[in-house]
C-alpha cells in the first residue's frame, strides 16, 4: 500500500468508502445512488485506487460486480479502517460533549462557615458538567488569586477598587455587639458609642472589622479599647472581652444561647459584601445557570443571616 495514506496522491478515505459500498452492494448504480455521487464519479475514483495499488479489485460482470483477491483482501481492511476512523471520531466527540466546566469559587470564612455544604448543593443536578472548588482564602490572597487568574469570581467584604477586577455590591451587612450570656443586657440595640467603653477582642490591624470599627471611632473622635487580638479561628472565645463582629460568625453561639448578639445603632456599623471577578472574560461567568447558582447562594446567605442583612440588588 502507497505510503502516502490520506494524500491527494494515494489512498483517501473517500476511495476506501466508496470501494466498500461497491463490494457491498455489488452495483455501481446502486452504491451511486447510496452514495449519493454520480456514477462516472464513483467509476473515476475506484478506477483511481486500482491505479494507485497497482491491481484490479473488482471484476464486472452481467450480474454486477464482485471483487477479486485483492479487493476481498482491501475490502476486509477498509472495514477496518473506516470502522476505526468513525469510532475514533465518536468518541473525540463524546469526550467534547462530556468535557466538564470548573468554577473556581473564592469565598471567606463567614460565608463558608454559615453555607456550608450550600456552596456545592444542588449543583450536581442543576449543573452536571460544571465541576465547582471552592477556595476559602482571606481577602488579600484571593485578590491575588483572581488577579492571577487561578479564581473566577469571590465574595469579598469591604473590598476596594483593584486594578484588573470588577466589583459588585450585593449585600449589606450588619456589624453585632457580641458578649456572652453572662453579660448580656435586656436592651436589643447598643449605642457605638457605649459599645466602645468595653474592652474588647478585636482581629489584627489588618482585619476587615478591625478597620470598620477603628475608623468610624476616629471620625467620632472616640479610643477603642483593645483587650486582646483574635485570629478568624478563635474569634468566640475571647473570654470576659466583648467583641464586635457579623452575625454569621457567631451564629451557632447565639442559637445555643452562649452569646448574646445587639445590633449597634447610632451610628450602624455595617459591611458589604461584593462580587468580585477579573474585568477579562471568564467564560464559565458567561453561563447562566452559573449564574443562577450564584445568585442562589446569596438568597440562601441572606436568609441565614436575617434579620442583620439585606441585598442591595
Not at 485578590?143 to 449589606?172: I, M, Q, Y
Request: proline share 4%.
Amino acid at each position: 500500500m502507497s505510503s502516502h495514506f490520506g494524500e491527494e496522491h494515494g489512498i483517501n478515505f473517500r476511495q476506501l468508502t466508496y470501494f466498500r459500498k461497491v463490494v457491498e452492494l455489488g452495483n455501481m448504480t446502486a452504491a451511486a445512488d447510496m452514495l449519493n455521487v454520480a456514477q462516472p464519479a464513483l467509476g473515476s475514483q475506484i478506477k483511481q485506487l486500482e491505479g494507485e495499488l497497482g491491481i484490479e479489485l473488482l471484476v464486472r460482470h452481467s450480474r454486477g460486480i464482485t471483487p477479486t483477491p485483492a479487493g476481498r483482501l482491501l475490502y476486509t481492511h477498509a472495514q477496518h479502517i473506516l470502522d476505526d476512523v468513525a469510532t475514533a471520531a465518536n468518541e473525540v466527540r463524546a469526550l467534547k460533549a462530556a468535557k466538564r466546566i470548573e468554577l473556581r469559587l473564592g469565598v471567606g470564612r463567614t460565608m463558608s462557615t454559615l453555607l456550608g455544604q450550600d456552596l456545592l448543593a444542588d449543583a450536581h443536578q442543576t449543573m452536571p458538567d460544571v465541576t465547582i472548588r471552592v477556595v476559602e482564602e482571606r481577602p488579600p490572597a484571593l485578590l491575588h488569586a483572581l488577579e492571577a487568574g487561578e479564581v473566577d469570581v469571590a465574595f469579598l467584604n469591604n473590598v476596594g477598587e483593584w486594578s484588573g477586577l470588577k466589583r459588585t455590591a450585593v449585600l449589606e451587612e450588619d456589624l453585632l455587639f457580641v458578649t456572652a450570656s453572662s453579660q448580656a443586657a435586656q436592651e436589643e440595640s447598643i449605642e457605638f458609642t457605649e459599645a466602645l467603653q468595653y474592652d474588647l477582642a478585636i482581629g489584627g490591624e489588618r482585619g476587615v472589622l478591625r478597620h470598620i470599627v477603628e475608623s468610624e471611632a476616629r471620625r467620632l473622635s472616640l479610643d477603642v479599647r483593645i483587650a486582646r487580638e483574635v485570629h478568624s479561628d478563635d474569634s468566640v472565645a475571647f473570654g470576659n472581652a466583648a467583641m464586635i463582629m457579623p452575625y454569621g460568625l457567631i451564629a451557632k453561639e447565639v442559637r445555643e444561647g452562649t452569646l448574646v448578639a445587639r445590633r449597634i445603632i447610632k451610628p450602624a456599623l455595617t459591611r458589604t459584601l461584593y462580587m468580585v471577578r477579573p474585568h477579562c472574560e471568564v467564560p464559565v461567568l458567561d453561563d447562566p445557570r452559573v449564574v443562577h447558582h450564584l445568585q442562589k447562594l446569596m438568597n440562601v446567605y441572606l436568609s441565614l443571616v436575617k434579620p442583620w442583612a439585606r441585598l442591595l440588588q
